[in-house]
């Protein structure tokens, strides 16, 4: 903080388990990413080199070790593993991914068909070697997935060897945790958070009306992900009550009445 002023909520620090905010890299630069590194690393935990990138990201070892310098968790995309594996080539992920020098992983099934009984196969081989993220939801429109069985899902990927569980949105911000016209889904959201830890589940939230939902509703330390490289910063203010959307959420009573 540039200046201290009282009735801001308490954020958790890095290195954290909670409070995370995860963005997303669809194609960065290296000198794009080192841009982002000054303005935004002290607010972001982890970096999602988005989709397939990762197979034709130029410098992409070296963009690595500018996130790693910088105390960021950079990992690929579900969508990569996803390739991998609808051709046979799980051994050769896992060598792509030690060779790139992460120590972070997703597994999702979003847009393959795959045993869930086999996903899980995946976390727990893999979390021998890595840290784990699964991502539960499809990436599918039409595929609806039962409130139970996301639950049911989320806790058999933890137990598993999952470190986190991601609810899937996708960059749009319009399926999965999210009705098609980019509203949370409460009810399946609710459910969620009855059955699951809130420290263990990272919400995608693309858009500003999202990330702002779930601040209310958790507070200022929820996970959150899918976050544009240039809307790390203003999701920080809106955490802490320093955007209009979040202005009233964090102060007492006292100020209520000032409110427009």
Same mark, same amino acid.
């Given at each position: 903080?540039?200046?201290?002023?009282?009735?801001?909520?308490?954020?958790?620090?890095?290195?954290?388990?909670?409070?995370?905010?995860?963005?997303?890299?669809?194609?960065?630069?290296?000198?794009?990413?080192?841009?982002?590194?000054?303005? +935004?690393?002290?607010?972001?935990?982890?970096?999602?080199?988005?989709?397939?990138?990762?197979?034709?990201?130029?410098?992409?070892?070296?963009?690595?070790?500018?996130?790693?310098?910088?105390?960021?968790?950079?990992?690929?995309?579900?969508? @990569?593993?996803?390739?991998?594996?609808?051709?046979?080539?799980?051994?050769?992920?896992?060598?792509?991914?030690?060779?790139?020098?992460?120590?972070?992983?997703?597994?999702?099934?979003? +847009?393959?068909?795959?045993?869930?009984?086999?996903?899980? &196969?995946?976390?727990?081989?893999?979390?021998?070697?890595?840290?784990?993220?699964?991502?539960?939801?499809?990436?599918v429109k039409d595929v609806e997935?039962?409130?139970?069985?996301?639950?049911?899902?989320?806790?058999?990927?933890?137990?598993?060897?999952?470190?986190?569980?991601?609810? &899937?949105?996708?960059?749009?911000?319009?399926?999965?945790?999210?009705?098609?016209?980019?509203?949370?889904?409460? +009810?399946?959201?609710?459910?969620?958070?009855?059955?699951?830890?809130?420290?263990?589940?990272?919400?995608?939230?693309?858009?500003?009306? =999202? =990330?702002?939902?779930?601040?209310?509703?958790?507070?200022?330390?929820?996970?959150?992900?899918?976050?544009?490289?240039?809307?790390?910063?203003? @999701?920080?203010?809106?955490?802490?009550?320093?955007?209009?959307?979040?202005?009233?959420?964090?102060?007492?009573?006292?100020?209520?009445?000032?409110?427009?």
């Amino acid at each position: 903080m540039n200046v201290q002023i009282p009735f801001l909520p308490e954020r958790t620090t890095k290195d954290r388990d909670s409070g995370l905010t995860m963005m997303m890299d669809k194609g960065l630069s290296l000198i794009e990413a080192e841009s982002f590194v000054q303005s +935004s690393a002290e607010f972001t935990d982890l970096v999602k080199f988005g989709f397939g990138t990762a197979l034709i990201n130029n410098q992409l070892k070296e963009k690595i070790q500018v996130y790693k310098k910088a105390g960021m968790k950079p990992y690929f995309g579900g969508t @990569l593993f996803e390739l991998f594996i609808i051709r046979g080539m799980f051994d050769e992920y896992r060598q792509f991914v030690s060779k790139s020098g992460l120590e972070f992983v997703e597994v999702s099934d979003g +847009s393959i068909l795959l045993d869930h009984n086999e996903k899980l &196969e995946y976390i727990q081989k893999l979390s021998k070697d890595f840290t784990v993220l699964s991502e539960v939801g499809s990436k599918v429109k039409d595929v609806e997935i039962p409130p139970e069985e996301w639950v049911s899902f989320m806790k058999a990927e933890l137990e598993a060897g999952a470190w986190k569980v991601i609810a &899937e949105a996708r960059e749009s911000g319009t399926i999965g945790i999210y009705n098609s016209d980019g509203s949370a889904n409460t +009810s399946l959201i609710d459910d969620i958070i009855d059955h699951v830890s809130v420290d263990k589940v990272l919400w995608e939230a693309p858009n500003k009306a =999202q =990330q702002t939902w779930f601040i209310r509703l958790l507070g200022a330390n929820v996970n959150l992900g899918n976050i544009a490289t240039n809307e790390v910063v203003a @999701l920080e203010a809106l955490r802490l009550g320093l955007r209009g959307d979040t202005l009233f959420d964090f102060l007492p009573k006292q100020f209520q009445d000032k409110k427009l």
